[in-house]
């Protein structure tokens, strides 16, 4: 089986500009999460999407935002990037029920100059 | 104060070696823990996941949970280079789906 998957693997952008991420999670599992991980904060949840509707959200700014389709693969948007935005963005899938753990992509390593 | 708190390390020890990961919360909410791994440039890959208190062994990893004490282990029994990673704690609220992790613990086993 086939697991998460996240592309690009790296993403230069400079500060403005916006970008989006793709995951497409492994078969068959319903959610998607994505996370920020950065050597100061560690990981730090971002949002979940379940059936193409958000269920739950973390404390990060509106310029954030997600989406996900009806074959379950999601697509993460940061808007007017900021230099603190350079971090690893991790996606990680489950099954869909609640209480399921998560298996994580190897992530988008976004860099902004 | 964060919800998980994790050592960071690093922690070296030599091969074969028992080692002891340890994370505290402060949540008595959480109910589902997990360990997971992390090497160089890849993503978090879940070792263990248990329900509430008590052991849980699979090959040369245990892991064990105090909820009374709000705290939890990995241990790894015969340690090898290739144990030589970042570990992550996680663990949540049931119904909610909603993880919380530490900051991880780097771990280096020396040949």
């Known amino acids: 089986k086939a697991g998460v998957t996240q592309t690009p693997r790296y993403l230069i952008k400079t500060r403005g500009q916006q970008v989006t991420l793709s995951c497409s999670p492994i078969?068959?599992?319903?959610?998607v999460s994505w996370y920020q991980q950065t050597p100061g904060q560690g990981l730090q949840f971002l949002f979940e999407y379940f059936s193409e509707t958000q269920r739950n959200k973390g404390n990060f700014p509106g310029r954030f935002s997600g989406r996900q389709f009806s074959n379950s693969r999601s697509e993460m948007n940061v808007s007017t990037l900021e230099l603190g935005d350079s971090a690893l963005y991790l996606c990680?899938?489950?099954?869909?029920?609640?209480?399921?753990?998560?298996?994580f992509g190897d992530g988008t390593r976004l860099s902004i100059l | 104060q964060k919800e998980v708190e994790q050592d960071p390390g690093p922690l070296s020890v030599p091969e074969g070696a028992i080692v002891s990961l340890n994370c505290t919360y402060s949540n008595s909410a959480f109910q589902y823990f997990m360990w997971y791994r992390q090497y160089s440039r890849k993503g978090p890959e879940l070792l263990m996941y248990?329900?509430?208190?008590g052991n849980k062994e699979d090959g040369r990893f245990t892991a064990q949970v105090d909820k009374s004490s709000k705290y939890i282990s990995l241990f790894i029994r015969d340690s090898q280079p290739s144990d030589s990673a970042t570990y992550l704690c996680?663990?949540?609220?049931?119904?909610?789906?909603?993880?919380?992790f530490g900051s991880g613990t780097k771990l280096n086993v020396k040949p």
């Open positions: 990680a899938s489950s099954p869909g029920g609640v209480d399921q753990p998560q298996h």
């Open positions: 248990t329900y509430s208190s």
């Open positions: 078969s068959g599992h319903r959610s």
């Open positions: 996680a663990m949540s609220v049931p119904n909610f789906n909603k993880f919380y």
